[in-house]
């Protein structure tokens, strides 16, 4: 590679990933393991539930407080939707699983906070709960259905959050490269492998994208509010109103 190319890679580098490496940097070099509570609780979940559920009494209990099927009645789903996020596929390697949420829920929670990893990683988990039901009332003709047989299978478990999660982080974040990479493995998953875990995948990336989208109008409103009060403060003779 020349030198004139390498130059580019790590200006891109530096764009795309520079402000995110060093927000996390900073949080572990200073705060360690403390920096992500919330994440080393998740895994610890994840963990406990994988081991219990293989276990010969195990697998019931696991599959009663966290198991969502659209064949279920809405209300159970609901109730263990929360907990459905830390029971990982059975046909799929845990440390995957296990890997994901430390990553995706670690970075997230240093950079946007607890608050709103809880909000985002639910509310991607419950669009795709909803979304089976809806899917499989339209019917498997349509591009946006699912044939009757998916009522039977499980829900997606943790990947719903985890790609919310980092589609988020990425956009708060600036590094639209990668968020976009996300979005667009998730739209050839579907493609490549038509099946309710793919397409709960895409209603999480849709309520994700509509979180963005309440996030920036806030966020631009506050910010036209300060540029009011300066310009009225100015106009008054006032001091301008710090930001």
């Not at 790590?10 to 520079?18: C, L, P, S």
């Not at 339209?138 to 985890?162: K, Q």
Request: net charge positive.
């Amino acid at each position: 590679m020349s030198g004139a190319a390498l130059r580019g890679v790590r200006r891109f580098a530096e764009r795309e990933w520079g402000p995110l490496f060093r927000t996390v940097w900073y949080a572990l070099y200073t705060g360690r393991w403390k920096a992500i509570p919330l994440t080393l609780s998740a895994v610890a979940l994840t963990s406990l539930f994988q081991v219990v559920q293989n276990q010969p009494w195990g697998f019931r209990p696991i599959q009663i407080i966290g198991s969502v099927k659209a064949e279920y009645p809405l209300w159970i789903s609901l109730l263990r939707t929360p907990f459905s996020l830390f029971v990982p596929a059975l046909d799929l390697p845990v440390w995957g699983a296990l890997a994901q949420v430390l990553l995706v829920f670690g970075i997230a929670e240093i950079c946007i906070g607890r608050g709103r990893i809880v909000l985002i990683a639910y509310a991607a988990t419950l669009a795709g709960t909803l979304y089976a039901r809806i899917g499989i009332h339209i019917g498997p003709d349509s591009v946006f259905g699912l044939p009757a047989s998916a009522a039977e299978m499980v829900d997606t478990g943790p990947s719903a959050a985890v790609v919310a999660l980092a589609v988020y982080v990425c956009w708060r974040y600036r590094a639209y490269w990668t968020a976009g990479v996300v979005a667009g493995a998730m739209v050839v998953e579907v493609v490549l492998k038509n099946n309710l875990a793919g397409k709960e995948h895409i209603a999480a990336l849709l309520t994700v994208a509509v979180i963005c989208w309440i996030t920036w109008v806030r966020r631009k409103r506050r910010r036209d509010r300060r540029d009011q009060g300066r310009r009225t403060g100015s106009l008054s003779g006032a001091p301008p109103i710090q930001s």
